[in-house]
């Protein structure tokens, strides 16, 4: 979908990632990447009470705007 970093398919998916952490990889193709950043998330949702869940929102963010397909 996207032609590599900056392209306007990262940008969407950094920002669905923003909201649902592993839904711009899953959007990118990535499904080992959204599954690892949606996971991520819910266990540190969890085990913090809801105050680390953010970090992993930002990094699934941030990875799906930066990545760049081989």
Sequence with gaps: MSA???SAG???????SLLVPG???LVQGRFLAAFFFFFGAAVL?????GTLGWVMHLWACLNAALWKPR
Aim: charged share 5%; glycine share 16%; hydrophobic share 60%.
């Design 4 to 6: 590599g970093k900056g």
């Design 10 to 16: 990262n940008v969407i998916a950094a920002l669905v």
């Design 23 to 25: 839904l711009g990889q």
């Design 45 to 49: 949702w969890f085990v913090s009470f």
